[in-house]
């Protein structure tokens, strides 16, 4: 295990590789959200309890959280950043919205450290080029195993920091060779990817994708997360926005199956192909504009 860490700028945000048994002692007690909805509060339960947890978060820890769609791809972004510091971090950007997502990261006076991956898209460009070129500072990140190329490669155990907060990396693969899954330090919200989507999961027939070899990286490294645990994925076809580990464990029609039903599941998908595979995957193994 590499033990070298990563400073990207001294006192500020860093990738590092983590050293299991000291780090597992930083992450902290296991906090459930702010789930009591206030008797003012209107809005559907889902919306409700997301609005109560999301201030929760930002009042109680300090953490900011956006969750950001790009339509044409149906791709969820995830930004994050210590209120304190301002030193924030990107989950997959999507080239298209780069302008957005900077002006929202100008307006909120945030400096964006890490643009990050969950694994090499085959559906869209990233945006992670684009905004190295743009903002000043930003590192990549993306798993060791995606193949791509990126200021930092992430293995299972690495954990990103911004301010007092982190992302540790699981490395979930199945729907590609380098998914990973995000985790804050809490365990209270996981960014999976495409390896589980909401009440759904990623397809397992172009890109190194293997079924059972997702079947067990679901089983054993996000169902193995807490209950309450918010699960935030890469995309959804269907206006959801959020889940739980609970949920999924209980509701996922795909998941929820013995592991030979979900190889057969996966099998009989008879989903189209990406429309832009073919411009994307060569593009994303550069991390977008990486190079430009
Ligand atoms: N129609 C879209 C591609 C839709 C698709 O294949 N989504 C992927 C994730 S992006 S590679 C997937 O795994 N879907 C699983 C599912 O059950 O839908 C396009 O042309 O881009």
């Known amino acids: 295990?590499?033990?070298?860490?990563?400073?990207?700028?001294?006192?500020?945000?860093?990738?590092?590789?983590?050293?299991?048994?000291?780090?597992?002692?930083?992450?902290?007690?296991?906090?459930?959200?702010?789930?009591?909805?206030?008797?003012?509060?209107?809005?559907?339960?889902?919306?409700?309890?997301?609005?109560?947890?999301?201030?929760?978060?930002?009042?109680?820890?300090?953490?900011?959280?956006?969750?950001?769609?790009?339509?044409?791809?149906?791709?969820?972004?995830?930004?994050?950043?210590?209120?304190?510091?301002?030193?924030?971090?990107?989950?997959?950007?999507v080239l298209e919205t780069v302008d957005r997502d900077i002006k929202l990261i100008d307006e909120l006076g945030l400096s964006l450290k890490v643009a990050v991956n969950t694994h090499c898209h085959a559906d869209h460009i990233t945006g992670t080029g684009l905004l190295k070129k743009r903002l000043i500072g930003v590192k990549s990140a993306i798993s060791k195993h995606s193949?791509?190329?990126?200021?930092?490669?992430?293995?299972?155990?690495?954990?990103?920091?911004?301010?007092?907060?982190?992302?540790?990396?699981?490395?979930?693969?199945?729907?590609?060779?380098?998914?990973?899954?995000?985790?804050?330090?809490?365990?209270?919200m996981a960014f999976t990817g495409d390896a589980v989507l909401i009440r759904g999961c990623g397809?397992?027939?172009?890109?190194?994708?293997c079924s059972k070899r997702l079947y067990e990286s679901v089983h054993e490294k996000i169902f193995t997360l807490p209950g309450h645990c918010l699960i935030y994925p890469a995309h959804d076809y269907k206006g959801q926005t959020v889940s739980t580990v609970?949920?999924?464990?209980?509701?996922?029609?795909?998941?929820?199956?013995?592991?030979?039903?979900?190889v057969d599941i996966m099998k009989n998908l008879n989903l189209s192909k990406p429309a832009k595979i073919d411009i994307a995957v060569p593009a994303n193994l550069v991390c977008g504009l990486h190079d430009v």
């Open 147 to 188: 193949g791509a190329t990126a200021d930092i490669l992430l293995t299972d155990g690495d954990s990103i920091i911004f301010g007092k907060h982190c992302l540790n990396v699981r490395e979930t693969p199945g729907h590609t060779d380098g998914c990973m899954t995000l985790v804050t330090g809490d365990q209270s």
């Open 203 to 209: 397809r397992t027939d172009f890109q190194q994708g």
């Open 246 to 262: 609970d949920e999924e464990r209980k509701y996922n029609p795909r998941l929820t199956k013995s592991l030979e039903e979900f």
């Open 1 to 93: 295990m590499n033990s070298v860490t990563i400073r990207l700028q001294p006192a500020l945000a860093c990738a590092w590789r983590r050293q299991t048994t000291r780090n597992s002692r930083r992450i902290r007690a296991l906090q459930l959200p702010c789930y009591g909805a206030s008797s003012t509060d209107l809005l559907p339960p889902v919306q409700t309890n997301l609005r109560h947890y999301c201030s929760g978060m930002e009042q109680e820890k300090g953490l900011l959280f956006r969750q950001l769609f790009e339509s044409v791809s149906s791709t969820y972004s995830y930004l994050l950043a210590d209120l304190e510091t301002k030193d924030a971090v990107l989950i997959d950007p």
